[in-house]
């Protein structure tokens, strides 16, 4: 990347001021009548100035400088570098760098790895790994699907995020250990085996779907009753407590159920493209997490009319019990119990849970509680919080048994791209609309920042001209097809100097340039979003220039199949990170 070098240049310049600073920000301005790159560094060393005291930083920094004086200092050490075509100083001391042509070619189309390939004594070194420096071990904790509930649209987007997120991570050279933490003991599961005790087992050969159904619906109308019914409440109450005893006249019923939700679960993990590296359970956890809190009463936790809770309010949070008057252990005495494994399990430096913003003042409470306990985690646990999902025709709930399944949203899906592939005269292809249908649903969550709440809108999910993901996968297979009309094989040489680029074709070079450091930009916030807005913006630059220019039979063929190539290899990566697959045709 020409953004390695520039940031090295501009570190040396600055050093030469006598001035330091440990970040330079280096950003990409969304017009490009400002500059391929541009920074604001002039203003943070100004206001670091103006936070010092009289005497002057350096010779170079005299008191009441503008950030405009700061600018053309920098520039003046700068001097002119040979991959820049122009630096420009604009309104409040932004520095505008414009690349070269030629360079930008370079860098985007040539291997950097192959110098014989590449222009000579060029003066700078550009890279396309985009590896951090700082390389961590992350544990990214995500799907969270408590046993005998259905999946829904709902629970889709911590599964979307998290594969997503392990996948930039692991681009950027972190090493990654994907966990499911699943909630088999508790309330909700005695709700579940009362619903199950009332509705009675079904009886025949029932598919994964038709088990999970059942549980669903069990789940439902024990939630129900709870709430409505001080009999039954008693009941699950009992139930409960019954449960965390092992009573074994409950254990054949409560491992049916149990076993017909984990291998409901396996199947839909496939279909996503997740593969766990472990899945934690609260019943492997709550003896843990139950004797941390009990040899910890006085120190970190206390009594409370029976109860044993965390006082939050000492901390600026707000108390939580941690184990109830009837002696069991909350969500919350089990987390403390599922954080010593997790670390025992993996040696991280950074834990990642995804779960829904609804829970932020838990983990806040949590995490203190477990930072007390274990000192060596402070800092290390981080709650990702994401917004509600609904669907544009209405409101589902899984308390109330009105969901939308995976399987409701997937057929759905599926029926209208295949409708779509009709009135385009497309053949109908079952396994591409399948890989469709699933771009769509994927990129249809993942184009939003996770805290933003989400209404699925099925024709704008599948559209083929704007912001979704089959156009992504359509625009990857249109350029990809001229690929295969022109037999390109990128074996051709290309001498970048002497070509006149077209607007068209310098704005996807352009992009392509900034694709690294939208990958980094999207692990360091957390937000696959990034590499989505990205994508479509490079979709439209390559539209835009297909429907202008003669690829194939054109006296600037080479270059045009290149970029194209560059369009596809990029698109096809990007998707990927978002765990969507680019099909060759559609």
């Known amino acids: 990347m020409i953004k390695v070098q520039l940031e090295k240049d501009l570190q040396k310049a600055i050093s030469k001021l006598g001035l330091k600073t440990t970040d330079i920000f280096i950003s990409i301005p969304e017009n490009p009548k400002f500059g391929d790159y541009f920074t604001n560094v002039a203003l943070q060393l100004t206001k670091q100035k103006q936070g010092k005291s009289e005497q002057p930083a350096s010779p170079s920094a005299k008191r009441g400088e503008s950030p405009m004086d700061v600018a053309n200092q920098i520039l003046k050490e700068l001097g002119h570098p040979t991959y820049l075509e122009?630096?420009?100083?604009?309104?409040?001391?932004?520095i505008n760098f414009f690349i070269k042509d030629e360079i930008l070619l370079e860098s985007v189309i040539l291997d950097p790895a192959s110098p014989e390939k590449n222009l000579k004594n060029r003066s700078f070194s550009p890279s396309g790994a985009r590896a951090q420096d700082d390389k961590k071990k992350y544990l990214i904790e995500y799907g969270h699907v408590n046993p005998l509930k259905e999946i829904h649209i709902g629970h889709l987007r911590t599964f979307f995020l998290g594969e997503s997120l392990s996948r930039i991570l692991e681009s950027l050279g972190n090493k990654v250990f994907r966990a499911?933490?699943?909630g088999d003991i508790g309330l909700h599961i005695a709700?579940?085996?009362?619903?199950?005790?009332?509705?009675?087992?079904?009886?025949?050969?029932?598919?994964?779907e038709e088990k999970a159904k059942f549980l669903g619906q069990s789940y439902a109308q024990g939630n129900k009753a709870y709430d409505e019914d001080k009999?039954?409440?008693?009941?699950?109450?009992?139930?409960?407590?019954?449960?965390?005893?092992?009573?074994?006249?409950l254990m054949e019923i409560y491992q049916l159920a149990r076993e017909w939700s984990l291998a409901y679960f396996e199947p839909v993990y496939n279909l996503f493209g997740i593969k766990y590296d472990h899945c934690f359970f609260e019943s492997e956890v709550e003896l843990e997490g139950r004797q941390l809190v009990l040899a910890n009463v006085g120190k970190v936790f206390e009594e409370d009319k029976g109860a044993i809770i965390f006082p939050g309010e000492k901390y600026g949070l707000h108390n939580r019990v941690f184990i109830t008057a009837a002696g069991n252990p909350t969500y919350e005495a089990k987390e403390t119990g599922l954080a010593k494994l997790e670390f025992d399990t993996f040696n991280y430096d950074k834990s990642i849970h995804i779960v829904g913003a609804e829970q932020e003042g838990y983990f806040r409470v949590v995490f203190k509680a477990v930072e007390?306990?274990?000192p060596h985690l402070k800092g290390k646990k981080f709650h990702l919080?994401?917004?509600m999902v609904d669907i544009k025709e209405g409101k589902m709930s899984s308390r109330s048994g009105e969901v939308i399944t995976v399987d409701d949203i997937l057929n759905m899906v599926i029926d209208r791209v295949k409708d779509i592939m009709r009135e385009n005269r497309l053949k109908v292809d079952e396994e591409v609309a399948k890989v469709v249908a699933l771009g769509a649903i994927k990129f249809a969550y993942l184009k939003y920042s996770p805290k933003t709440n989400v209404i699925f809108d099925l024709e704008?999910?599948?559209?083929?001209q704007g912001d979704s993901g089959p156009y992504l996968q359509y625009t990857h297979a249109r350029a990809n097809s001229v690929l295969e009309q022109s037999k390109y094989s990128g074996d051709k040489e290309l001498n970048p100097q002497g070509i006149n680029l077209e607007l068209e074709e310098r704005e996807i070079l352009r992009l392509t340039e900034y694709y690294d450091s939208i990958i980094a930009q999207a692990g360091k916030e957390l937000k696959p979003n990034l590499i989505g807005e990205y994508l479509l913006n490079l979709a439209k630059a390559f539209n835009l220039f297909y429907t202008k220019f003669p690829i194939i039979k054109s006296e600037k063929s080479n270059l045009r199949l290149a970029i194209t190539a560059k369009v596809v290899e990029?698109?096809?990566s990007g998707l990927d990170l978002l765990g969507i697959n680019a099909p060759k045709k559609m």
């Open 372 to 374: 007390m306990l274990f």
């Open 570 to 572: 990029t698109i096809r």
């Open 86 to 94: 122009r630096v420009e100083v604009a309104g409040g001391g932004f």
């Open 231 to 249: 009999e039954a409440k008693v009941e699950i109450d009992d139930l409960n407590n019954r449960l965390y005893a092992k009573d074994q006249n």
């Open 460 to 464: 704008k999910s599948v559209s083929l």
């Open 191 to 208: 709700k579940a085996i009362w619903g199950i005790e009332k509705l009675g087992l079904p009886k025949g050969e029932l598919s994964h």
């Open 180 to 182: 499911n933490y699943q």
């Open 385 to 387: 919080s994401y917004g």
